[in-house]
Antibody, heavy 121, light 107 residues
Framework: EIQLLESGGGLVQPGGSLRLSCAASGFTFTNYAISWVRQAPGKGLECVSAISASGGTTYYADSVKGRFTISRDNSKNTLSLQMNSLRAEDTAVYYC??????????????WGQGTMVTVSS | DIQMTQSPSSLSASGGDRVTITCRASQDISNSLAWYQQKPGTGPKLLIYAASTLQSGVAYRFSGSGSGTDFTLTISSLQPEDVATYYCQQYNKAPPTFGQGTKVEVK
């Protein structure tokens, strides 16, 4: 059974940092790029970052570029998102998502349960 | 980035009704389109990919059509368990982008 399990969310003050993790199981982790998709309260979905299967290529949305860093450890089947200089507008549920193939092919066929990040003083 | 526009933003229909949601891309995306269902408090669930291919395990009352810029998700006979928000997403060109969602309610 394919599983993606996020952790690391919580309440942080503006300007603070947080590190999210995603533990993957049930599939060959090294065959897929993995993305972080967030959803602000009551809002839609936004892909904020993605990383290639090897970890050598990354993508960041303009809204997080220079503040967030994505990484993966293929020996442990884990994905991370280091979030620095957090802003109120980063408040959201963060999901890790696996594509059907390649980077985004076939859409995202598996999602984690999400982890909530709240940026507030 | 490619913009995805869904309509309507919400709808209410009776059980057994046929429901249609449309999604328009700001440029040609071929058939690189997925549809998701999201229920409150849960992550999105993939329903359809490649515009019309039903994901394994998804009920046959869901179907998708379209190519290029215009796409449709149809629920042939609305069931109480279909109450959710539905999103389209293009994956033809990075970054993947989503429509704003359509909230479906049952009268």
């Amino acid at each position: 059974e394919i599983q993606l399990l996020e952790s690391g969310g919580g309440l942080v003050q503006p300007g603070g940092s947080l590190r999210l993790s995603c533990a993957a199981s049930g599939f060959t982790f090294t065959n897929y790029a993995i993305s972080w998709v967030r959803q602000a309260p009551g809002k839609g979905l936004e892909c904020v970052s993605a990383i290639s299967a090897s970890g050598g290529t990354t993508y960041y949305a303009d809204s997080v570029k220079g503040r967030f860093t994505i990484s993966r450890d293929n020996s442990k089947n884990t994905l991370s998102l280091q979030m620095n200089s957090l802003r109120a507008e980063d408040t959201a549920v963060y999901y890790c998502a696996k594509p059907g193939s390649g980077w985004y092919g076939g859409g995202f066929d598996f999602w984690g349960q999400g982890t909530m990040v709240t940026v507030s003083s | 980035d490619i913009q995805m526009t869904q309509s309507p933003s919400s709808l209410s229909a009776s059980g057994g009704d046929r429901v249609t949601i449309t999604c328009r891309a700001s440029q040609d995306i071929s058939n690189s389109l997925a549809w998701y269902q999201q229920k409150p408090g849960t992550g999105p669930k993939l329903l359809i990919y490649a515009a019309s291919t039903l994901q394994s395990g998804v009920a046959y009352r869901f179907s998708g059509s379209g190519s290029g810029t215009d796409f449709t998700l149809t629920i042939s006979s609305l069931q109480p368990e279909d109450v959710a928000t539905y999103y389209c997403q293009q994956y033809n060109k990075a970054p993947p982008t989503f429509g704003q969602g359509t909230k479906v309610e049952v009268k």
